[in-house]
């Protein structure tokens, strides 16, 4: 069996409701969507200039290059989450502001170029974890942020995430 095939959409008892807004944007296997997108999302983010890394689609809203700092530093929190849980470490994994994250990270600063450098890092390290996964690791669960959620649930929401934020990067920026 590959280790995707135990990572089978999962059940909303196994995420918070507020999930399933990333959840529902994953269609099939999710390894293979994690795989797609990370190629994709990589290629899009490659051909941007920086000057549209610095477009912010009205006032007070993140630019460009914090909207991919953003997707960078969300996916390493949710692969670490992802990776405790699969472990089977029950203790309570707390929850995280994105607000500050966004603000200390320095994107605006950075080159688009080495933003989609990163996130191409990150997915990678993502893809390796999930790709390790034995069926009992996709089935374990623990606490995040308050909430019970299952290591498989956790590799749709990153995905979901993903699918979510480039739909705003396409709608609203480019």
């Given amino acids: 069996m590959s280790a995707s ?9 196994e995420y918070a409701p507020y999930y ?10 999710v390894v ?16 941007l200039t920086e000057e549209q890394g610095d477009v912010r689609y009205e006032p007070g809203k993140g630019s ?3 909207l991919i700092g953003h997707l960078i ?4 929190i949710l692969s670490y989450r992802l990776l405790r849980v699969a472990r089977g470490d029950r203790r309570p994994i707390e929850g995280f502001d994105q607000d500050p994250y ?3 990270s320095n994107a605006g600063a950075r ?4 933003l989609a450098d990163e996130f191409g890092h990150v997915r990678g390290a993502t893809l390796a974890l999930v790709r390790g996964l034995d069926d009992a690791a996709w089935s ?35």
């Fill in 73 to 76: 530093d969300t996916e390493r």
């Fill in 64 to 66: 460009v290059k914090e």
């Fill in 140 to 174: 374990r669960s623990g606490v995040a942020n308050e909430n019970e959620v299952s290591a498989r649930a956790l590799a749709y929401i990153i995905a979901g995430h993903e699918a979510h934020h480039v739909r705003i990067l396409r709608e609203r920026y480019l």
């Fill in 5 to 13: 095939t135990a990572a089978a959409r999962p059940a909303p008892t």
């Fill in 102 to 104: 966004v603000a200390n």
């Fill in 111 to 114: 080159t688009v170029s080495s």
């Fill in 20 to 29: 399933e807004r990333y959840v529902s944007l994953v269609a099939g296997d």
């Fill in 32 to 47: 293979e969507t994690l795989e797609r997108q990370g190629a994709e999302t990589a290629a899009l983010l490659r051909g």
